[in-house]
């Protein structure tokens, strides 16, 4: 980035490196739906509609809704990371797009459903029923981290820590266990997403030898 | 210790009406934070709570998460109980600067 101006229609104008400026509309709501982004499309289009709020999302169908309209929607985070890429309204956290192109070579997977940018709905084969996972990433998994998670994610069945070398407290497994969310590492809940019920949800992985 | 300091005038003035709550938490730097930049872009910050204090520390963490000032911060929260199974302090070289060391 080399410069940014507040151009007279309210979007911010961002000059780049090697790659043409881009134009973003930075919203402080705490949840960026489809009635949001037609109110502002119907203003402006903007390169990227950006959710300003840590703590909030953006729905899936919102951001598809604004792709089809030719801008899209990112976190800060993500406008950071893709900054350079000369088209970066495909892109999405890295943690979330790993880890949703593993979950989808899962054999039991028939869909996997993006809820809005950190969270998916499983679609699972024969009997096994829906899962709903929060994608999260810390290194230390703490309790907060935990009550932080499920807040976020009401919703969620499953908390996936996407760092691989990521742990947890024992007062997050506990917190974890009284609340009936579970917190796997990806590898863990590969295994999990087998099972339904209190195997889904206690599983763990065999010892290797 | 001037780097320092002015993150944490920075962090005090972005929470002024917080203070008060701050009680018995205690609040380090650490990571890339302590390693002399002025601005650093992220500053990790790590909140110990007293045991049985969850809320308090969640609600002090999302208030500085949300600050709506020039530093990204993001917050670590452990119990005081966390802490010590983390060893996090000592492995970390973090730094205390709440409450102030006299």
């Given at each position: 980035m080399t410069n940014a101006t507040i151009s007279t229609d309210g979007l911010v104008r961002i000059e780049r490196k090697k790659v043409s400026p881009i134009t973003v509309a930075p919203l402080g709501d705490r949840r960026i739906d489809k009635l949001i982004v037609e109110a502002v499309l119907a203003e402006v289009l903007p390169t990227a509609i950006v959710l300003?709020?840590?703590?909030g999302h953006y729905d899936w169908d919102a951001r598809e809704l604004a792709m089809a309209k030719g801008s899209t929607i990112l976190t800060v985070k993500e406008l950071y990371t893709f900054?350079?890429?000369?088209?970066?309204?495909?892109?999405?956290d890295k943690n979330v797009s790993y880890n949703r192109e593993r979950l989808e070579q899962h054999s039991r997977i028939v869909k996997c459903d993006m809820i809005c940018e950190s969270s998916l709905r499983l679609r699972r084969e024969g009997s096994l029923s829906d899962v709903v996972i929060a994608i999260e990433y810390e290194y230390e998994f703490s309790e907060e981290a935990t009550v932080r998670a499920i807040s976020r994610h009401p919703d969620a069945d499953i908390i996936l820590n996407a760092n691989p070398n990521g742990r947890a407290t024992t007062a997050a497994y506990s917190h974890a266990r009284d609340a009936r969310v579970p917190i796997y590492k990806i590898s863990e809940l590969m295994g999990a997403l087998n099972y339904d019920g209190d195997q889904l949800r206690t599983y763990t992985p065999p010892k290797r030898h | 210790m001037t780097e320092i300091n002015s993150v944490l005038t920075r962090l005090l003035s972005g929470i002024e009406e917080h203070v008060a709550e701050l009680g018995d938490i205690e609040l380090y730097l650490f990571g890339s934070s302590t390693?002399?930049?002025?601005?650093?872009?992220?500053v990790d910050l790590l909140l110990v709570y007293a045991d049985g204090d969850l809320l308090r520390g969640h609600d002090l963490a999302e208030t500085i998460r949300e600050l709506p000032v020039g530093e990204i911060y993001d917050v670590l929260v452990l119990s005081d109980s966390e802490e010590r199974e983390l060893e996090f302090i000592e492995s970390e070289h973090a730094i205390r600067i709440w409450p102030i060391a006299v």
């Open positions: 300003i709020s840590k703590s900054m350079h890429e000369a088209d970066l309204r495909p892109f999405l | 390693g002399g930049k002025a601005f650093p872009s992220d």
